[in-house]
C-alpha cells in the first residue's frame, strides 16, 4: 500500500490537505506525521506550510524534521503547498529568512507601487482569492487541467527562481508572478489545492500516480 506523508511541524493546513489526498487516493494510507521515521519510510511526501515564513523555518527546525525532509526532496515525490513552496527556496524578504536551498532563488513581496488593476483600483496585499493558473509546459501534474483553470491564494509573497526552467506556472495579481515549481522528483504551488475544488483534487490526484 502507497503511503503518503503529510509533514506535521506545527505549520499548515494538515487537516484539509490529507482529507484531500484521502478522495483522491482511497487506496493510499495518508498519515499526518512529526516522526522523521514515518516520512523517510513514506513513498510520497507532502510539505504543507502557512502563515509567517521566519516561523515556518523556526518550528521546522524545532521539530528535528528538517534532515527527513531534505531526504524526501532527494529521492521521492515531494508537493510543496503555499509557504512549503517558498521554504525550498535559498531566502526569503519576509524576515529576512534562509530557506532550505533545494531550489535557487528568492522570496519576495508583492510591491506596493505595481498593485493596481488595469482600470487603477488598488489590489489588496495579501492576495487572497480565486486566480487563473497558466501552465508553462507539459508536465504530468498539469494532465486534465485545462490552461487558465482557477486556484485559491492566500498570500503577500512570491517565489522568484533564478533558473526560468523550474518555473511550472504562473498567474497574475499586480504582475506576473511564479505560482508553481517543479524539478525532477519535486512540484510546488503557491496556490492551495486542497482550497480548489476540483482543479485542486485533479492536481492531488496526479501527484499522486505521478513517478517521476
Sequence with gaps: M?????????????????????????????IITGEAAAIDA?????????????????????????????????????FGVCVGEQMLFDWSAEGDTPGLGLLAGKVLRFPDDVMRTAQGARLKVPHMGWNRVEPTGGHPLWEGIAPGSFF??????????????????TS????????????????ATQFHPEKSAANGLKLYENFVSWNP
Excluded: W
Design 2 to 30: 502507497t503511503t503518503i506523508a503529510v509533514v506535521d511541524y506545527g505549520m499548515g493546513n494538515l487537516r484539509s490537505v490529507a482529507k484531500a489526498l484521502e478522495h483522491v487516493a482511497p487506496k493510499a494510507r495518508v
Design 42 to 78: 513514506a513513498h510520497r511526501v507532502v510539505f504543507p506550510g502557512q502563515g509567517a515564513m521566519p516561523d515556518c523555518m523556526r518550528h521546522l527546525a524545532e521539530s528535528g524534521l528538517r534532515e527527513s525532509l531534505l531526504r524526501a526532496a532527494a529521492t521521492r515525490p515531494l
Design 152 to 169: 485559491y491564494f492566500v498570500h503577500s509573497f512570491f517565489a522568484v527562481p533564478d533558473d526560468q526552467r523550474v518555473i511550472a506556472a
Design 172 to 187: 497574475e495579481y499586480g504582475l506576473r508572478f511564479t505560482c508553481a515549481v517543479a524539478r525532477d522528483n519535486i512540484f
